[in-house]
């Protein structure tokens, strides 16, 4: 009965919020209930949180109103139900667990919240860390130069500076990355409250470090004397190897341990390198028990980094885990207008959109056709246009259309779905084949620049009206099955790059 009234309530809730939300916070909860008792399982804490601020309220309310006062008690919890049979929260498959990832009730808790030590600012003796490309003062930066005793021969300033304009405001969200920046703002805004580490994973020129910093920089903001370290986790290895060659590793030690944050970048590079993972294993251990802020990016997942400890991997899982996607086309057009706008450019939304239309691998790809734009447009004293874009990125664009052409996507999805491309060119009509059909016919429309008539002839001749139908139907699957989603996912990501 509670289960039931549970279908009731998601359904108003679904009437009420914003689809992004209601996909990102309440479809991922899942149910179990008995006896007058609804438990609600959230995937992380994270959720978990954001769903007891932000919508208990108004759950415990539409469920009494909907049971006339006979409203189940309700219980939010992290884990995922026990029983299979019960429904789940929403009809279709949960998306977020995808993103973001679950911590199971049974994974050891967080080392124990202890107060963290007062740590100086100038503390820093012995050891000191070779500056990085962010060491860089930035000319603007209002914090007094930072000088440190350098005994052992020891190197340099210590204090990593951050890349200034990674802030949150400059960072543009979407349905790609609104999960990452959600958590991103909230270890900012409130470091230390237990997502520690957070770490963010996804493909390259994704935002992951920019996120990074815009924590890092809201941090100072909040508190400009506090010690925040950014670094490439191989600037980590390499200070390590020299400060094993200086026997200096105890100032080594002294000096990561004495940081209000860490931000260490890419730490799949630490695969394979067992004294760093060591040390860094101990180091991590100490922030985290002196409840200090660490925050990781990966290209991918922790557990899918080959070369890497398990006892890293399940500790890396302790904090907040969180995937950051390739951004879908309104977001790459909004970013192409943000970034028009810092520079002060004034760029028209037509050709935001062809640009964002024909790149779609990475941010920085993105970002560097802009930059390629604005400066043929300086150049030749043009206004930027169509036309002009065209002209100046035409290498870039003849390549995108190599690359992507209907054959290509027709046998990328046979492949994919294990059928022949003759049988997507066929007039077969079972599900097997009609589906993927579909799901090439939506992935030429999108990544092509044929017309409906032309992709239509590719497949076997077909009406344009049948390709029509076939976005629509796609369009709307990647709504509401997991399934078809996570496929046209997959083979977005195999296509494009
Ligand atoms: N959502 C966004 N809004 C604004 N700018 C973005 C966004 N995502 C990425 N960028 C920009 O794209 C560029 C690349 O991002 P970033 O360096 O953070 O990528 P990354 O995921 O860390 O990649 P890598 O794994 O290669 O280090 C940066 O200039 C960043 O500002």
Redesign the pocket.
């Known amino acids: 009965m509670s289960v039931v009234l549970w279908q009731q309530c998601i359904d108003f809730l679904r009437d009420e919020l914003p689809s992004q939300q209601f996909n990102t916070w309440i479809r991922p909860l899942q149910v179990e209930g008995d006896h007058g008792e609804l438990r609600l399982y959230a995937p992380n804490r994270f959720v978990l949180d954001w769903v007891n601020d932000k919508y208990l309220n108004r759950i415990q309310e539409l469920l009494d109103d909907l049971s006339q006062g006979q409203a189940p008690l309700v219980s939010l919890l992290i884990g995922s139900r026990r029983s299979s049979a019960a429904s789940a929260a929403a009809p279709q498959a949960p998306v977020a667990p995808a993103a973001i990832t679950a911590t199971p009730v049974a994974e050891p808790p967080p080392p124990p919240a202890t107060p963290a030590t007062p740590r100086a600012q100038a503390t820093t003796q012995g050891f000191q860390p070779e500056p990085g490309p962010y060491d860089k003062r930035s000319e603007e930066d209002p914090r007094p130069p930072q000088r440190a005793d350098q005994p052992n021969n020891a190197v340099v300033k210590h204090t990593s500076y951050l890349n200034r304009s990674?802030t949150f405001e400059?960072?543009?969200?979407?349905k790609s990355?609104q999960l990452a920046r959600a958590a991103a703002w909230q270890v900012a805004d409130n470091p230390r409250h237990g997502y520690n580490p957070l770490f963010l994973y996804?493909?390259?020129?994704?935002?992951?470090?920019?996120?990074m910093h815009a924590v890092g920089n809201h941090l100072l903001k909040k508190n400009p004397a506090a010690k925040i370290v950014y670094l490439h986790s191989e600037r980590f290895v390499a200070d390590m190897v020299k400060a094993l060659q200086m026997n200096a590793i105890n100032d080594f030690k002294r000096y990561y341990r004495s940081v209000d944050a860490l931000l260490i970048?890419?730490i799949q590079f630490f695969a394979k390198k067992e004294r760093s993972q060591e040390e860094f294993f101990h180091t991590f251990n100490a922030l985290l028990e002196g409840n200090q802020q660490v925050i990781l990016?990966s290209?991918r997942y922790p557990k899918e980094i080959d070369g890497l400890e398990e006892r890293l991997k399940s500790r890396f899982g302790w904090g907040l885990t969180v995937a950051?996607e390739p951004?879908e086309l309104e977001?790459r057009v909004a970013?192409l207008m943000?970034?028009a706008e810092q520079s002060r450019i004034d760029l028209p939304h037509d050709a935001a959109f062809f640009i964002a239309q024909r790149i779609r691998s990475?941010?920085?790809e993105l970002?560097g056709a802009l930059k390629r734009v604005i400066a043929s447009a300086h150049f030749m004293g043009r206004d930027i246009t169509i036309e002009l874009i065209r002209e100046s990125l035409k290498d870039l664009l003849a390549l995108q259309d190599k690359l992507v052409s209907i054959d290509n996507i027709q046998r990328t999805v046979a492949e994919y779905y294990k059928i022949k491309v003759a049988d997507i060119l066929s007039k077969r009509r079972s599900r097997s084949v009609a589906r993927p059909r579909q799901v090439a016919m939506a992935l030429s429309k999108e990544l092509t620049n044929h017309s409906l008539p032309e992709i239509g002839d590719a497949f076997g001749g077909r009406d344009h009206t049948t390709v029509l139908h076939a976005t629509r139907k796609i369009a709307e699957l990647r709504e509401i099955d997991a399934d078809i989603r996570e496929d046209y996912k997959n083979l977005l990501r195999t296509l494009t790059t």
Do not use: A, C, S, Y
């Not at 400059?170 to 979407?174: K, T, Y």
């Not at 493909?203 to 996120?211: A, D, E």
């Open positions: 990674f400059n960072f543009v969200e979407g990355n996804g493909g390259v020129g994704l935002g992951k470090t920019h996120l970048d890419d990016t290209d950051v951004p977001t970013i943000k970034k990475n941010v920085r970002e």
